[in-house]
């Protein structure tokens, strides 16, 4: 049986981050649209199935090239997306630090955890705030 699905496969695209992107809204979509949409528009509750049909057309598709361009295209729009994400998992797993946004450029700075109320110096605009760390 694997050998048949392996054969299948071959020369087809399979998945990438585009994929699991359209997972990941179906998947919320249709629990969403499921919870909150009464019976009668049931219709609506049909796009978490078109998410999977595109998901299922991308993934078998042999077009690799198109299908390449796509997810290149995906990635460069949700990349200041995926970059706080990524910004904020990492500052929740530092748990020497604590960071704060600074009141007059908006940049975030790091200031080391357990010292009591300091007094904190933007490095870019030098404008000083006291927190409590």
Known sequence: MMEMIRNFMKG?????QLNLFLVIC??????????????????LRSLGTVFYIITLIRTLSKNHE???????????VSKPWRLFIMKKISQKQDTAHRYYNCPQCHRTLRVPKGRGKIN????????????RT
């Open 12 to 16: 087809r695209y399979g998945n990438d």
């Open 26 to 43: 179906g998947c919320i979509s249709t629990l969403l649209l499921t919870l909150f949409v009464p019976g009668k528009f049931y219709y």
């Open 66 to 76: 198109k299908r390449r361009k796509e997810n290149a295209k995906f990635l460069e």
């Open 120 to 131: 904190i110096t933007c490095p870019h605009c030098a404008k000083q705030f006291t927190k």
